[in-house]
């Protein structure tokens, strides 16, 4: 079935250790994207990818990092994870980063930093 | 700044018809998107409008008005299954969304 995973699901992580989240798509989108939803809040750019080898900031990458080595895998990087970073992450694709392009989600991970 | 305001939380009965409206400030334009997000899962695409006028898809609207920095989204003949948060996105010039933070409906008999 052709769409985006996420991998894991859920994760509790002791404040300080690194995490990585993983996310693939099998749609050959060229851009991708990974988000964090907090309660109140709209969702928020972490970082993205427009085309494979190719990075960028969002609106909020501190303490975050991410790669995109081939089309199908952008995972993201806590390098020394902070309760400020509990969360649900969510990575997006779309065909291209132009208008008119929907952003497909994938079902999100569930991190709760303590 | 760049900015989405939406209403928080709107309560309307089955069968009936809600309008949620958004308001938008980005740098740069290139449409307004809405999703659908039912409790613990994933956005899901609803509607796309870059130019201004009503586009209609099935019990779904969306309206646009470019020089007021305006969009709708109008649900018809409400089902019970359409309770869920409804997001307004404004993709700016970079083609990056910024995203309101999300107006949840609930649905009573």
């Known amino acids: 079935i052709a769409g985006i995973t996420q991998a894991p699901t859920s994760q509790i992580l002791a404040a300080g250790r690194r995490m990585t989240l993983r996310c693939t798509q099998d749609m050959r989108h060229n851009a991708m994207y990974w988000y964090r939803q907090d309660l109140g809040l709209g969702l928020r750019l972490i970082h993205y990818?427009?085309?494979?080898?190719?990075?960028g900031k969002g609106e909020v990458p501190d303490g975050y990092s991410v790669s995109r080595a081939n089309t199908d895998d952008f995972p993201l990087t806590l390098a020394s994870a902070v309760p400020s970073q509990t969360s649900v992450y969510f990575c997006a694709s779309s065909e291209i980063p132009a208008g008119g392009n929907e952003q497909f989600f994938g079902p999100g991970t569930r991190l709760t930093v303590l | 700044g760049q900015n989405i305001d939406q209403p928080t939380e709107m309560t309307a009965t089955e069968g009936a018809i809600v309008q949620i409206n958004c308001t938008y400030q980005?740098?740069?334009?290139?449409?307004l998107f809405w999703y659908q997000q039912h409790a613990g899962e994933a956005p899901t695409f609803l509607s796309y409008?870059?130019l201004d006028g009503l586009e209609e898809k099935g019990r779904f609207s969306s309206f646009l008005s470019r020089s007021k920095g305006y969009s709708y989204l109008l649900l018809k003949e409400l089902q019970m299954k359409d309770s869920a948060s409804y997001l307004c996105a404004a993709m700016d010039s970079n083609y990056q969304l910024i995203w309101g933070a999300g107006t949840k409906l609930i649905i009573k008999p």
């Open positions: 990818s427009n085309t494979a080898g190719t990075t």
């Open positions: 980005t740098s740069g334009f290139n449409g």
């Open positions: 409008n870059v």
